[in-house]
Nanobody, 122 residues
């Protein structure tokens, strides 16, 4: 059974940084894409960032230059380093694992975590 567990969320002020972690257990995902999505209250879930199996990274325009996604295949873990946080980054952040193709598309992922809340105050 696959488990996807996010950690690292919290309450920060605008301009601060946070690092989210996502540990996956139950199988190895070194050959699959892993991604981050977020959902703010009253809004649709949206793509944030992804790291493909070959290390290639992808970002939403809204976070480019501020967020950095990375992965450690030995630990089956993916990270999201978030800097220069803005109030509009406030959302529940979800980790997803198992994408084969389009890593920016939520439906490509087979496994999801429960989410971790990130709140950025102004």
């Amino acid at each position: 059974q696959v488990h996807v567990i996010e950690s690292g969320g919290g309450l920060v002020q605008a301009g601060d940084s946070l690092r989210l972690s996502c540990a996956v257990s139950g199988r190895t995902f070194s050959r699959y894409g892993m991604g981050w999505f977020r959902q703010a209250p009253g809004k649709e879930r949206e793509f944030v960032a992804a790291v493909n199996w070959d290390g290639g990274t992808y970002y939403a325009d809204s976070v480019k230059g501020r967020f950095t996604a990375s992965r450690d295949n030995a630990k089956n873990t993916v990270y999201l380093q978030m800097s220069s946080l803005k109030p509009e980054d406030t959302a529940v952040y979800y980790c997803a694992a198992g994408a084969v193709g389009r890593v920016m598309v939520a439906s490509e992922y087979h496994y999801w975590g429960q989410g971790t809340q990130v709140t950025v105050s102004s």
